[in-house]
């Protein structure tokens, strides 16, 4: 069992920056992939990056490549993303989530455990 909780969240300006803290507990965080996914208000929840269980594979939605990155410390027991360049369209709520797998997915139901989530918003 996953417990994650994200922190990190708020209203930055757009070009800003904001780092995204995922803190999880229970003992399989380090052997669980891990993803950040996050939904806009009337829109599918989307996929914007995902980590393997060592940290040695990442990938990253289009939308974000080259503007956000993905870590973890598994001695932390702690996942990250770090936004940089920041866009208006980039505002949503954004959620860590375990995979079922040691490998980090895509799609949202391949992942068996969810944060509550915590709001992102970019001004213009």
């Known amino acids: 069992q996953v417990q994650l909780v994200e922190t990190g969240g708020g209203l930055v300006q757009a070009g800003g920056s904001l780092r995204l803290s995922c803190a999880a507990s229970?003992?399989?965080?380090?052997?669980?992939?891990m993803g950040w996914f996050r939904q806009a208000p009337g829109k599918q929840r989307e996929f914007v990056a995902t980590?393997?269980?060592?940290?040695?594979?990442?990938r990253y939605a289009d939308s974000v490549k080259g503007r956000f990155t993905i870590s973890r410390d598994n001695a932390k027991n702690t996942l990250y993303l770090q936004m940089n360049s920041l866009k208006a369209e980039d505002t949503a709520v954004y959620y860590c989530?375990?995979?079922?797998?040691?490998?980090?997915?895509?799609?949202?139901?391949?992942?068996?455990?969810w944060g509550q989530g915590t709001q992102v918003t970019v001004s213009s």
């Open positions: 989530a375990a995979d079922r797998t040691t490998w980090g997915r895509v799609v949202p139901d391949d992942y068996e455990h």
């Open positions: 229970g003992r399989t965080f380090s052997s669980s992939g």
């Open positions: 980590i393997s269980f060592s940290g040695s594979t990442t």
